[in-house]
Structures are given as structure tokens and as C-alpha cells.
Nanobody
Framework: DVQLQASGGGLVQAGGSLRLSCAAS????????IGWFRQAPGKEREGVSC???????WYVESVKGRFTISTDNAKNTVYLQMKSLKPEDTAVYYC???????????????WGNGTQVTVSS
């Protein structure tokens, strides 16, 4: 079974940093895309960032220049380094993976647990 275990959320002041981790296991093929979604209260879940098997990355416009996605293949872990955090980044962040193209809610094959990120002003 595929398991995605997210961790690293917390409470931080605006301008601060956090690093989220997603430990992945059970992905039997190499051609997957892995990354992060987030869902703020009262809002739809949105894609934040993803990393494709060819090494390409994608970021939602609102986090470009502040968030960085990376991977440690030896540990099968994907990281989301978040800097210059803003109150509007407050959300539950979910790790996700898919063998399909695109990075939309409806195209995700596997969801991990969520980790709460709260940015205070």
C-alpha cells in the first residue's frame, strides 16, 4: 500500500519559516509526481507545489520565490521549505502523489495526512 506521511507543520509568526516533510512508501513505479496541496478554512483545496519524475517543479503563483520543493531519494522523502510565510499561507497542508499528468485535486491517486500550518500576523 502507498503511504504518505506528512509532518513539520506548526505555528509561526509572519516572515518566519517552516519545513514540511512527506515520507513516501509503496510507490512501485518511478514515473510519479509528488507534492503538496493546502486547504484553508472555508476554501477549496489547492495545489501548492509538485515535483515530477523528470525533475521539473511547479509552484502556485502565490508561493513562487518563497517555497521550495525538494527530495531526498535515499530517504524517499519530499520536503517543502517555506520562507517569508504570510498569514494567508495558514492552512492544512496535504502531501499527495499521482501517476497521472497534472496537479489537480481530481487527478490525485494518493493522499497523505494533513499537517496544520498557522501563520500569525
Amino acid at each position: 500500500d502507498v503511504q504518505l506521511q506528512a509532518s513539520g507543520g506548526g505555528l509561526v509568526q509572519a516572515g518566519g519559516s517552516l519545513r514540511l516533510s512527506c515520507a513516501a512508501s509503496g510507490l512501485t513505479r518511478d514515473d510519479y509526481t509528488i507534492g503538496w496541496f493546502r486547504q484553508a478554512p472555508g476554501k477549496e483545496r489547492e495545489g501548492v507545489s509538485c515535483l515530477s519524475s523528470d525533475g521539473s517543479t511547479w509552484y502556485v503563483e502565490s508561493v513562487k520565490g518563497r517555497f521550495t520543493i525538494s527530495t531526498d531519494n535515499a530517504k524517499n522523502t519530499v520536503y517543502l521549505q517555506m520562507k517569508s510565510l504570510k498569514p494567508e499561507d495558514t492552512a492544512v497542508y496535504y502531501c499527495a502523489a499521482t501517476y497521472r499528468s497534472g496537479w489537480e485535486n481530481y487527478g490525485i491517486d494518493y493522499w497523505g495526512n494533513g499537517t496544520q500550518v498557522t501563520v500569525s500576523s
